[in-house]
């Protein structure tokens, strides 16, 4: 059955290993027939929650009108949806982090948001898996709060410079991970 799928990145780096990733499994993806939307969020303008609580109250997601608005009716016609990430600094990068926390409009909207399901690609340069927990638990957590099933992660650590990606198995992993949907 064909998906639609939202993919959203958090990396700067249109030539970096997250995208390298992004790209293996859009691929995979739209050859398995689903229909694939990319937000790039780190080329959007997208500031964090406001916690104003005014979501949806003006017709569009958030009160305040920045490119998030264009991400949430496309979330919220998915069948799924798929982060891609680097890990900064042990965390969620920034440029993805906005996206994420202002999810919580789509709870406080009253929006019809549950039985999606999720997946996360995310790459370290450390080659210590548990640096990896910085995004893997938050989009866990977030799955389970949107009550999104969670189909699968691809984590690949020990990359950093652009093309590193080439030197592991992570593009086929996540090309992988279209199996999933």
């Known amino acids: 059955m064909s998906k639609k799928i939202v993919v959203i990145t958090g990396s ?8 390298a990733m992004t790209d293996a499994f859009i691929r ?5 027939g ?3 939307t990319r937000f790039d969020a780190a080329m959007m303008q997208i500031g964090g929650c406001h916690a104003c609580e005014t979501c949806y109250k003006t017709g569009k997601a958030c009160s305040f009108d920045d490119d ?4 949430a009716p496309a979330v919220l016609e998915a069948d799924a949806v798929v982060f ?5 600094w042990y965390s969620i990068p920034a440029q993805i982090k906005g996206v994420i926390d202002r999810l919580y409009a789509l709870v406080v909207g009253g929006k019809d948001y549950a039985g999606k399901e999720c997946a996360l690609i995310a790459c370290c340069e450390e080659q210590d898996m548990t640096v990896l927990d910085g995004v893997r638990i ?4 977030t799955a389970a709060l949107l009550q999104w099933k969670m189909v699968g992660e691809v984590l690949v650590p020990g990359v950093l410079k652009a093309g590193e990606i080439n030197g592991t198995d ?4 996540a090309a992988a991970l279209a199996d999933k949907f």
């Open 12 to 19: 700067p780096r249109k030539n970096g290993n997250s995208f």
């Open 28 to 32: 995979a993806a739209q050859q398995k």
């Open 34 to 36: 689903h229909s694939v």
């Open 68 to 71: 998030f608005n264009t991400i």
């Open 84 to 88: 891609t990430m680097p890990v900064y």
């Open 138 to 141: 938050p989009l866990e957590r």
């Open 170 to 173: 992570g593009c086929a992993q």
